[in-house]
């Protein structure tokens, strides 16, 4: 049974930094995709950052790129998510999500394509 657990949310000001972590079992990374989305109050989930564990190549949504940077050490089954120069608008639930499949295209920004789920980990940045 596949199990992701998420750490590292917090209450920060904006400018500031989190790194979020995920740290999945009765999971062995293949032709898939590993992934952050997010979920704000009243809006839909959407995709932050997603990696391909067959090349390990990285797609990020254009409100996080250069910002935010998703990275994964297998070593110790954990998948991250670093966020730096954090603002208001990234407030929101962060999942992380495993594909679980082999990746047969479509949008990566898609939560359906995506068989298992964290509980989520809480960020908010005042401003």
């Known amino acids: 049974q596949v199990q992701l657990v998420e750490s590292g949310g917090d209450s920060v000001q904006a400018g500031g930094s989190l790194r979020l972590s995920c740290v999945y079992s009765?999971?062995?990374?293949?032709?898939?995709?590993m992934a952050w989305f997010r979920q704000a109050p009243q809006k839909e989930r959407e995709g932050v950052a997603a990696?391909?564990?067959?090349?390990?190549?990285?797609i990020y949504a254009d409100s996080v790129k250069g910002r935010f940077t998703i990275f994964q050490d297998n070593a110790k089954n954990t998948l991250y998510l670093q966020m730096n120069s954090l603002k208001p608008e990234d407030s929101a639930m962060y999942y992380c999500?495993?594909?679980?499949?082999?990746?047969?295209?479509?949008?990566?920004?898609?939560?359906?394509?995506?068989?298992?789920w964290g509980q989520g980990t809480q960020v908010t940045v005042s401003s």
């Open positions: 990696v391909s564990t067959a090349t390990s190549n990285t």
């Open positions: 009765g999971y062995t990374p293949s032709r898939d995709y």
């Open positions: 999500a495993i594909r679980g499949r082999t990746w047969l295209g479509g949008d990566w920004s898609n939560p359906s394509l995506f068989d298992y």
